[in-house]
């Protein structure tokens, strides 16, 4: 089983959708977990961190299911530039700084 | 501010040829890490470090060196450059885990 794993998507949407991706992770003793977005040939940029209570940054919501080891990110209000890929990242050990990253999921925001 | 600065963007090497791709950040940062990305593969990280004088290897360490003799400068050494080592290479830093890491713009690299 992979550490992070992710739907590779692509989840081909109209502008004003709302869009979920999900993430599941192996590593129980994980602390820290995130988004982040990648455009294409570009480098990953920090999107939102995720909380256990969950949180949110305008348009974007990131929920942590701890007990089934399980992250989404909800995007309302789709918008033609949120198109990219999205990258789960976990970290791997239990207060280390290496990080997991899925493989990403593939969104394209249509008009 | 110029965050992580990766250096060159692009390079064309021979099998067998050694180089250095730098790395560099001006955030004070204390951790930074090298990740190489391939087509399904995803991230995977290469080396890390948590600090001056500290390394530690990732998961494809292999064929690769580093060192981090200051704070800001964290160079990623290939040995004896391989055809599987054709990748593009991100560097990145953080200041802390939980605050996640910021990226370099990258290096594509291909061994021919």
């Known amino acids: 089983r992979k550490e992070v794993e992710q739907d590779p998507g692509p989840f081909n949407v109209p502008e004003g959708a709302t869009v979920a991706f999900n993430c599941t992770y192996s590593n129980s003793a994980s602390q820290s977990f995130f988004w982040y977005r990648q455009d294409c040939r570009k480098e990953p940029k920090l999107l939102m961190s995720v909380y256990s209570s969950g949180n949110e940054d305008g348009r974007f919501t990131a929920q942590l299911n701890r007990a089934s080891q399980y992250i989404s990110l909800l995007i309302r209000d789709s918008k033609l530039s949120d198109s990219a890929t999205y990258l789960c990242?976990?970290?791997?050990?239990?207060?280390?700084?290496?990080?997991?990253f899925g493989t990403g999921t593939r969104l394209q925001v249509f008009p | 501010n110029a965050g992580v600065t990766q250096t060159p963007k692009f390079q064309v090497l021979k099998t067998g040829q050694s180089m250095t791709l730098q790395c560099a950040q001006d955030?004070?940062?204390?951790?930074m890490s090298w990740y190489r990305q391939d087509p399904g593969m995803g991230l995977r990280l290469i080396h890390y470090s948590v600090g001056a004088g500290i390394t530690d290897q990732g998961e494809v360490p292999n064929g690769y060196n580093v060192s981090r003799s200051t704070t800001e400068d964290f160079p990623l050494r290939l040995l004896s450059a391989a055809p599987s080592q054709t990748s593009v290479y991100f560097c990145?830093?953080?200041?802390?885990?939980?605050?996640?890491?910021?990226f370099g713009s990258g290096t594509r690299l291909t061994v021919v």
């Open positions: 955030m004070n940062h204390e951790y």
């Open positions: 990242v976990v970290n791997g050990e239990y207060n280390t700084d290496k990080l997991i």
């Open positions: 990145a830093s953080s200041y802390g885990s939980s605050a996640g890491y910021t």
